[in-house]
């Protein structure tokens, strides 16, 4: 690398060969008038760029791209509403902690605070929403900026950091330096943990009777995996995940008891509601998690690794905190752990196992959604599932076998209907090699169609299976039971033909009406190496369950199996 | 329970406006608010004043921590600090009036910073309870005008925060 030398560029491209500099490969982007200089640069650059078909879009593939590989992902845009459509996939990254970095432009420094046409205060409307952001004054300061963006967005709590760039700062000519480290005096994130926390977590976990391990999204991230499976088998302790934590231990593992919370299974919220010592890592507690807290595992000690200290303690109250990377404390736990106590544990939690499975009712002519799952998880054992949000979300959390991280990609913290797809996007173009599918619902994936354009164009085959249940389901749900069947507008039957939409942008399209048709379509969907939609007319009345209503003690669930 | 705490940010524009936000957003009450440039001049000290109880504190904290440009976060309150306030107040006055307004500043130490035919503006430095004492005082003669800075504070002794 070429960071000592200086070199006369402008701004514009001065940030092309920063973002070289910085590894990446691939932005997602949208031009327009104030972002015009970067994109004539781009132009002559070896860049990958994907051209979106709306902002939102963009964001939500740098988010999915930065999740598949755990690389940060880059989306651009231009001033104004270029910027205004970011801000949902900026939030999204934001809420699940990962790594994107928002290039938007800017009207030029002397227009800003005037109204100018297409002006927008970026930076004060994403201060809640990203984890830094920058308003370059000094093109002079940009390759610094960058590098620190990137750097503040890939370490510690990963998070989004916004850079706006005025359009005369991208047509400024400057001494292109770029620096090789950083010098941030305000950010210095803890990753060794202290040894003597490990060594008192150790001495606990290695006590316990009842012990559970609480794995959350900070396990994917910290590329900790291997290190939790290897910690859960050294003290034979049961591992339930959050919706943000599916893939951190394999769905079949024997010490796997599934996803807890609102909607997860009854052996992980007994198990965890029964523990005598929690291990947290790299969970934040979240309300769809521990339901009401006053009731949240009465009886266990709580032991919690987190990089960011400000979870510690937030909701739930912590006897050891581990402060720092959870893959290092992982690492440093096992070696000093002692197997354990928990065999009459084990043996009561698998009782629960094989009392309350995850089921759902078995029908011949309708096609269940749980099932259009189990087929795709029997069809395509090692895709990437992406998912949007709402039934269909549940379920894939529910009903595929995963079996290795940052392969079940989701909207948990934000709950963003229009995610899956574009983030498919870039999971595909971040993985290519995989098989990428978008497990959708009617009304999620409406909210941006307009991205087959996009893999169509540039040739991205995602396959999106689209359950068809005529409702906005997860709304639908709640509207039935807390609602006396009440359905105010949500009801969406008659949309759109899924197939002739995917048709009419050049993807293949595909249905199935049977349950026999399932399974074929999927795979000639995914054998077709196409971009392609395959909808699927589901029952349209299902619910998920089990269910523990909003606000309720996480064992008190209801069944939802009629 | 109140709570003092020194902050030490970068000296850089936009950064008020962080630290503002994030009280609002986690709906964290701040009493007052002072800000200035420290002997460094690449380094502001904000000094805040919020209640809550030890778990809100806590979570400020580290909230106030995980700003970027955040570099210290000090909580000095009590004993061991030097707090101070000010104020100006403004208040009516006449000739059969002033004597006695200039005694009540003289006992608070407080000086006369303008005199005008018809009002006296007086500057009063001291912690909470010293300006509230004046200006209970002063109210009997009619209070036009009064501006309180936010309080600042300093530990005692040689340590820094
Ligand atoms: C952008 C956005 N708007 C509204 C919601 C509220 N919401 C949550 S789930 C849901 C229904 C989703 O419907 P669909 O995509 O058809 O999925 P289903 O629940 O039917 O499987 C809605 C409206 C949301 N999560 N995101
Ligand atoms: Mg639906």
């Known amino acids: 690398m070429t960071t000592g030398s200086t070199e006369k560029v402008n701004g514009a491209r ?21 972002i015009i200089p970067f994109y004539d640069e781009l132009y002559d650059s070896d860049l990958r760029h994907i051209l979106v078909r709306h902002e939102q879009a963009a964001a939500h593939a740098a988010d999915g791209y930065a999740r598949a590989t755990g690389k940060t992902g880059v989306c651009v845009s231009t001033s104004g509403p270029g910027a205004t459509n970011l801000v949902t996939g900026i939030a999204t990254a934001y809420m699940d902690s990962v790594p994107i970095v928002a290039l938007t432009g800017q009207v030029p420094r002397f227009l800003i605070g005037n109204d100018a046409f297409q002006e927008a205060d970026i930076t004060g409307i994403t201060l809640p929403i990203t984890k830094h952001n920058y308003l370059v004054q000094d093109a002079n300061e940009l390759p610094k900026i960058v590098k620190e963006a990137f750097h503040i967005a890939s370490t510690g709590r ?35 943990g202290n040894i003597q926390q490990v060594k008192r977590a150790a001495e606990e976990i290695t006590n316990a009777s009842r012990p559970i391990i609480y794995a959350g999204g900070g396990v994917i991230s910290s590329n900790a995996s291997a290190e939790l499976v290897e910690l859960a088998e050294a003290v034979m302790a049961p591992v339930t995940t959050t919706l943000m934590g599916i893939g951190a231990i394999p769905t079949e593992h024997p010490l796997s008891i599934g996803m807890l919370g609102m909607h997860g299974t009854r052996y992980a919220n007994y198990s965890i509601q029964e523990s005598d010592l929690i291990i947290a890592v790299g969970a934040r507690f979240d309300d769809r998690v521990t339901g009401k807290l006053e009731s949240f595992a009465p009886n266990a000690r709580v032991i919690h690794i987190d990089i960011d200290p400000a979870e510690i303690s937030k909701n739930v109250k912590v006897h050891i905190p581990i402060v720092g990377d959870a893959k290092q404390i992982l690492r440093s736990l096992v070696k000093h752990v002692k197997c354990c106590n928990s065999a009459a544990w084990l043996e009561k939690i698998n009782g629960w196992k094989k009392e309350y499975p995850l089921t759902y009712r078995k029908e011949s002519e309708v096609i269940m959604p749980q099932f259009v799952v189990e087929q795709i998880s029997e069809a395509c054992k090692d895709a990437i599932i992406v998912t949007e949000v709402g039934q269909h979300q549940m379920w894939a959390a529910q009903f595929f076998k995963y079996s290795a991280p940052r392969t079940f990609l989701t909207s948990g913290g934000l709950g963003t209907m229009g995610y899956g797809f574009p983030a498919a996007i870039g999971a595909k173009v971040g993985r290519p090699e995989k098989t990428v599918i978008n497990i959708a619902g009617d009304g999620s994936f409406q909210m941006n169609s307009q991205e087959l354009a996009t893999v169509v164009q540039n040739d991205i085959p995602v396959v999106s299976v689209v359950l068809n249940n005529g409702y906005l389901g997860m709304v639908r749900q709640w509207q039935e039971l807390f609602f006396d069947r009440r359905y105010s507008y949500t009801c969406i039957k008659g949309s759109v033909d899924f197939v002739k939409l995917a048709e009419a942008y050049g993807a293949l399209g595909l249905r199935a009406e049977k349950p026999s048709e399932v399974r074929p379509a999927i795979e000639e969907a995914v054998r077709s190496g196409r971009p392609a939609v395959v909808e699927v007319i589901v029952e349209c009345e299902a619910n998920v369950s089990p269910m523990v209503p909003a606000g309720a003690a996480i064992n008190e669930i209801l069944d939802l199996e009629d | 329970m109140k709570h003092t705490l020194a902050v030490l940010v970068e000296n850089k524009s936009g950064v008020l ?38 778990h809100v504190l806590e979570q400020v904290t580290k909230q106030l921590n995980k700003l970027v440009d955040v570099i210290k976060v000090s909580d000095i309150g009590g004993d061991e600090a030097v707090e101070r306030e000010l104020a100006l107040i403004k208040v009516s006055a006449d000739v059969n009036t002033r004597a006695e307004i200039i005694q009540i500043a003289d ?21 909470e309870g010293k300006i509230q004492a004046i200006e209970k005082l002063l109210r009997q003669f009619g209070i036009k005008e009064l501006v309180r800075t936010g309080k600042i504070a300093l530990t005692r002794g040689p340590k820094k925060v």
Not at chain 1, 14 to 34: N, W
Not at chain 2, 109 to 118: E, G, H
């Open chain 1, 14 to 34: 001065a940030l092309i060969k920063c973002l070289e500099l910085e590894g990446v490969d691939t932005l997602f982007g949208y031009p327009g008038g104030q």
């Open chain 2, 17 to 54: 406006s962080r630290v503002a936000a994030l009280f609002s957003r986690r709906g964290y009450n701040i009493d007052s608010l002072a800000v200035g440039v420290t002997e460094d001049p690449d380094i502001s000290r904000m000094t805040i004043v919020v209640h809550g109880d030890d």
């Open chain 2, 107 to 127: 006992i608070f130490r407080a000086r006369i910073v303008d005199v005008a035919p018809k009002s006296m503006t007086v500057e009063v430095t001291g912690d």
């Open chain 1, 158 to 192: 990963p998070g989004p950091v916004l850079i706006d760039l005025p359009k005369d700062i991208q047509n400024t000519e400057i001494d292109f330096y770029y620096p090789d480290k950083v010098e941030l005096r305000g950010y210095k994130p803890t990753y060794k």
